[in-house]
C-alpha cells in the first residue's frame, strides 16, 4: 500500500512591505524574556507567543489566520525554529528566533526568501545598499555591536534579500563591473557587522570563504567574487552557471585597475568605493591615488620605491613586469614623486610587510571631505 503524502501546511500570501513590518516589530520583542525558553536556547520565542502577537498586532483577524501566518514566516524563512533548524511545520509548541538575530558563519542575506515581486534595477540595489552601509558604519563610528543590533541594519539586512532575485544578464559593460566592485564592497562591511571584524588572518578566512550570499539564485562568497567574478585568478567550473556573470576582463593592467576598487578594511587595500558606470574609471583612479599616497614612499637614497604588499600582486597575478608595475604606480603618484623616479634611474621596487590592521576608508562623495574613519 502506498503511503500518502504529507500535506502541507496552509500559509497566506504576504508582499516583501508586509512581511518585514511583521518582522521589524517582532523584532522589538525581547526573546529572553519568555519563561518557556530554555537554558541553551536564551534567544527564542515560545510558538504560542507568536500566535497570540500576531492576533494583538492585528497582523492575523484569529487563531486560524495567525497560525497560517506564523507558517508563511517560516516559510520564507524569516523565522527559524531553535531545536531543529530543518523544521518547516510551525507549531505553537516549539521554540522560534528570527533570521535577523542570526550571527553564524554561513547565509548571510536569507533572513527571508524573496518573494514574488520584482526587485528593481540591478546596479542601483548594489549602489544603494552599499551607500546605505558606509553612511550606516561611519555615523556610528564603527560601533560593530551597536550596528548590529540597531533598527537600520535590521532593515538592512532586509533589503539585502533582494539581491536573491535580481536580474545579472541585464548588466552592460561598464554596469557589470561597477556592480560586482559595489557588491564585493557591501559583503565585506555587511559581514563585518553582523558578525564583528575578523582580527586574525583565520577569522578573515572564515568571513571570505565561509559567509556566501545569494545572488540571482546562486551563492558567492567574498573570495569568489574577488578572485572568480572580478579578477579573473581562478576560473568558475564550465558547468558551473555562476561562469556566465564573471566581469572576464583579459588586460592585465584593467584587471590591476579593478584591484584600486576592492576593499577589505585592512591597510592592505584601498578605501571603500561606491561605482557606477559614468563614474567608474574616474573613481578607481581616485581609489588607486588615494591609496598610493598613504602608503608608498620614496627613499632617494637607497634609490628604493617602497610600496604596499598589494602593489606585489600586480606582477605575481597578472603577470606583469617590473617597469610595467612601476609605470603604473607613477600615475598614481603626485607629479613631484612620479617626476623624481622618472628623472632618476635606478630605483627598485621594494614591498612592504603585509598590514593587515583595521582600517576603514570611505569613498569621499558619501561621507563628506575626509575620506578616512579609522
Not at 579573473?232 to 564573471?246: E, Q
Not at 597578472?318 to 634611474?345: C, H, N, Y
Request: hydrophobic letters at 40%.
Amino acid at each position: 500500500m502506498e503511503g500518502k503524502a504529507k500535506a502541507k501546511k496552509a500559509i497566506v500570501k504576504l508582499d516583501e512591505k508586509k512581511i518585514d513590518e511583521i518582522i521589524m516589530q517582532l523584532y522589538e520583542v525581547d526573546p529572553g524574556s519568555h519563561k518557556h525558553r530554555v537554558k541553551t536556547h536564551d534567544n527564542c520565542i515560545p510558538g504560542s507567543f507568536i500566535i497570540t502577537w500576531l492576533q494583538e498586532k492585528k497582523f492575523a483577524k484569529d487563531k486560524d489566520d495567525a497560525q497560517k501566518t506564523a507558517q508563511t514566516l517560516l516559510h520564507r524563512l524569516a523565522i527559524y525554529d531553535v531545536l531543529e533548524r530543518t523544521n518547516t511545520s510551525f507549531s505553537s509548541k516549539e521554540l522560534y528566533n528570527l533570521s535577523v538575530r542570526n550571527v553564524e558563519y554561513g547565509a548571510m542575506n536569507m533572513d527571508k526568501v524573496w518573494g514574488d515581486e520584482e526587485v528593481g534595477d540591478t546596479l542601483t540595489l548594489s549602489i544603494d545598499l552599499l551607500t546605505d552601509i558606509i553612511k550606516l558604519v561611519h555615523d556610528k563610528k564603527l560601533d560593530f555591536p551597536a550596528i548590529r543590533t540597531s533598527k537600520e541594519f535590521v532593515q538592512l539586512s532586509l533589503r539585502i534579500c533582494a539581491l536573491q532575485k535580481c536580474k545579472l544578464e541585464s548588466l552592460t559593460y561598464g554596469s557589470k563591473e561597477a556592480f560586482w566592485l559595489n557588491i564585493h564592497s557591501f559583503m565585506v562591511l555587511y559581514t563585518h557587522c553582523r558578525l564583528s571584524p575578523p582580527q586574525s588572518a583565520a577569522d578573515r578566512q572564515l568571513l571570505h570563504e565561509k559567509c556566501y550570499f545569494a545572488i540571482a539564485k546562486s551563492h558567492f562568497t567574498i573570495s569568489e567574487v574577488r578572485n572568480k567574478v572580478l579578477l579573473g585568478l581562478v576560473p568558475f567550473p564550465s558547468k558551473d552557471k555562476r561562469a556566465t556573470v564573471v566581469v572576464g576582463e583579459k588586460d592585465p593592467h584593467r584587471r590591476v585597475l579593478f584591484l584600486m576598487g576592492i576593499a577589505d578594511g585592512t591597510l592592505d587595500t584601498p578605501a571603500f568605493f561606491v561605482f557606477n558606470p559614468s563614474n567608474l574609471e574616474k573613481k578607481l583612479q581616485d581609489s588607486g591615488r588615494m591609496f598610493m599616497h598613504e602608503d608608498v614612499r620614496i627613499d632617494d637614497h637607497d634609490l628604493k620605491i617602497h610600496c604596499p604588499r598589494l602593489v606585489q600582486r600586480f606582477s605575481k597575478d597578472f603577470g606583469l613586469k617590473s617597469d610595467e608595475v612601476m609605470e603604473i604606480i607613477t600615475k598614481w603618484l603626485v607629479p613631484t614623486q612620479a617626476k623624481k623616479i622618472r628623472d632618476q634611474p635606478g630605483f627598485e621596487l621594494a614591498y612592504d610587510e603585509t598590514k593587515k590592521d583595521a582600517c576603514y576608508a570611505f569613498d569621499p562623495e558619501i561621507v563628506g571631505e575626509s575620506a578616512e574613519t579609522a
